[in-house]
């Protein structure tokens, strides 16, 4: 779907036009809330997989995920190895990442992120592959023609959410829950599908955090 479908659908289904009565206008609507939609649908859901490959250099432990070559679009991190060996995210107090010069070198067993760098411990002494699997930030909705990155399948879901963001506009609880509801729904059972699940199953707890933060 376009942007301009998916505005046109919000719009239907809140039973409302922009402006009217004061509760959102089409700024609001196609600028704010659906874009907000399709980022939380990413969130959720890691449905936009990427990946980003820089080579490591001996004796340095901190390189740089904004780069164009790393994970320009990067949103969060499921997942990074060293040399096809996994590494994992260290604890935030670990007393292994210190700014001293007489860090530990060797072979990377774990990672931190610190202010849009990953930071390698133990610190490499030889030129290897880091790979850093992510989910991906999608690329903000600004003309009518647009489609959004994420599959057809997830975007009913961006329509529902961008209806519970515009519910509370006016504080219409019932309504919110009524559309968030309808969000959460199809976001577990695309999670449910994608895992193996017959449609009838009872999915077991989510692995997701669904948030209920209203924006």
Known sequence: MRLDDIAARVTTWLRQSPGSNGLYTS???SAVAVNDAQLQVCIDTNVLKRFGVVNTVSGTYRYAL????????LLSIYRVSYDDRQLFPAR?????????????TGTPYQYRIWNNFIE?????????????????????????????EIPPEYQQAMIFYACALLSTKDEKEMRYNSFYLKYS??????????QGFDSGAVIPLDPMTISSRRH
Not at 66 to 73: I, K, L, N, R
Not at 127 to 132: A, C, F, I, M, N
Not at 185 to 194: C, F, H, M, P, V
């Open 120 to 148: 390698l411990d133990h610190t490499p002494t030889e030129s290897k592959e880091l790979r850093v699997m992510y989910s991906a930030r999608p690329v903000q909705l600004s003309a009518a023609s647009m489609e959004p």
């Open 66 to 73: 904004s780069a164009s070559t790393t994970c320009p679009d």
């Open 92 to 104: 935030p107090d670990s007393p292994s990442f210190s700014y001293s010069s007489d860090r530990t």
């Open 27 to 29: 700024a609001e609507l």
């Open 185 to 194: 729904n199809i976001i577990k059972r695309l999670w449910g599908e994608a």
